[in-house]
């Protein structure tokens, strides 16, 4: 089970929302050094999110990001947020970026995941954001129509290397993980589900280890590795103990 640091980019610096919602933020500084702080804890993999991207629907804070990558190659970095074309992806691969996540555009515009899949193989993965089982788009300010389940089994057989799953309503809440949605999703697909949304304290670590074998290969961390009430390096430690039978 890896755990993955948030690190959350709304106009140059790290920030984490409640909710999605961009005027509910709380600003922790430069990403950058987010990023080493993150690294220095144990992290091997890092979730970055241009929000301003998400939002305009084009990169942002791209040279930042390009900045983490280039600092920290040999860390999985996983990049999302205003990525609509291929010339974007192509960009961000080259910086170093290990993975680009779709999200938005594979709601809007599925075929583009199967087009970029082939073009791209490996670096694809699918942020699937949801309320209630269906999902939302444009920074999680839409919800559409399109369930979480189906749209899942369409971007597998498409070949995504793995999902991010966040449950909107507990994101940046502290509400613990809903390990039930996430558990019912991961029985539809044989790809690995990333489960975001909710992180607390160490109980939601036990609770993720407990229905690892189910399929989520890991878990991202915000607002409760920023506020304290989740230390990173104890709880990976935790998770690569528990999980170890898995």
């Not at 992806?89 to 555009?105: E, M, S």
């Not at 993965?125 to 399109?146: M, P, Y």
């Not at 070949?159 to 909107?168: E, F, K, L, W």
């Not at 809903?178 to 029985?187: D, P």
Request: hydrophobic share 40%.
């Amino acid at each position: 089970m890896e755990l993955i640091p948030a690190i959350d980019i709304k106009d140059g610096k790290c920030v984490r929302l409640k909710q999605g919602r961009m005027e509910a933020e709380t600003v922790y500084g430069d990403p950058v050094q987010m990023a080493e702080r993150w690294v220095k804890a144990g992290a091997r993999r890092l979730h970055v999110v241009d929000l301003n991207g998400a939002v305009d629907g084009r990169p942002g804070n791209a040279d930042i990001i390009h900045s983490i990558a280039e600092k920290y190659r040999h860390i999985v970095i996983q990049v999302g947020g205003g990525i609509r074309d291929e010339d974007t992806i192509q960009t961000y691969l080259d910086a170093g970026v290990n993975f680009v996540i779709i999200g938005t555009r594979a709601v809007t515009t599925p075929h583009f995941v199967s087009d970029v899949c082939l073009e791209f193989p490996g670096h694809i993965i699918v942020g699937l954001d949801a309320r209630d089982g269906k999902l939302a788009t444009e920074g999680w300010s839409k919800l559409s129509h399109h369930d979480v389940t189906d749209m899942a089994r369409r971007f597998e057989d498409d070949g995504v290397a793995s999902i991010v799953y966040t449950d909107i309503g507990r994101d940046g809440m502290l509400a613990s993980v809903n390990i039930e949605s996430t558990v019912r999703l991961c029985r539809h697909v044989k790809i690995p589900i990333i489960a975001s949304g909710g992180v607390r304290n160490l109980d939601d670590i036990r609770a993720l280890c407990a229905a690892a074998g189910e399929g989520i290969a890991g878990a991202i961390t915000g607002r409760a590795i920023y506020e304290g009430t989740l230390d990173f390096t104890e709880a990976q430690a935790l998770a690569d103990t528990l999980c170890a039978g898995h």
